[in-house]
């Protein structure tokens, strides 16, 4: 049974820093080829926000371009994102995403694309 658990979120002003972790367990670490970040506001559709698989490639959604970065630490079975210039919009509910198929460029951020999920971990950024 796979499990992710989220930690890292909290309240912060904005233009601070926050750096989210998932920690992955139930399959070997590895063989989940994708992997990503979610986040989703109440009355909203949940959002890609960044991914990563297996080969290297990397996806962000737009709004985050340079100021969220992704990585992942297999030895530690450890997803990241790295989140600086924090605006208010950036305010949600973060949730990571995970799948052992190694999903193609354009389906990174489809949260359908995706069959193991986290519990998430608020971040509120107040201005």
């Known amino acids: 049974q796979a499990q992710l658990v989220e930690s890292g979120g909290g309240s912060v002003q904005a233009g601070g820093s926050l750096r989210l972790s998932c920690t992955a367990s139930?399959?070997?670490?590895?063989?989940?080829?994708?992997m990503g970040w979610f986040r989703q506001v109440p009355g909203k559709e949940r959002e890609g926000v960044a991914a990563?698989?297996?080969?290297?490639?990397?996806e962000y959604a737009e709004s985050v371009k340079g100021r969220f970065t992704i990585s992942r630490d297999n030895a530690k079975n450890t997803l990241y994102l790295e989140m600086n210039s924090l605006k208010p919009e950036d305010t949600a509910m973060y949730y990571c995403?995970?799948?052992?198929?190694?999903?193609?460029?354009?389906?990174?951020?489809?949260?359908?694309?995706?069959?193991?999920w986290g519990q998430g971990t608020q971040v509120t950024v107040s201005s």
């Open positions: 995403a995970a799948d052992r198929v190694l999903l193609p460029l354009g389906w990174l951020l489809a949260q359908s694309a995706y069959n193991h």
């Open positions: 139930g399959y070997t670490y590895s063989s989940y080829s994708s």
């Open positions: 990563t698989v297996s080969d290297g490639t990397i």
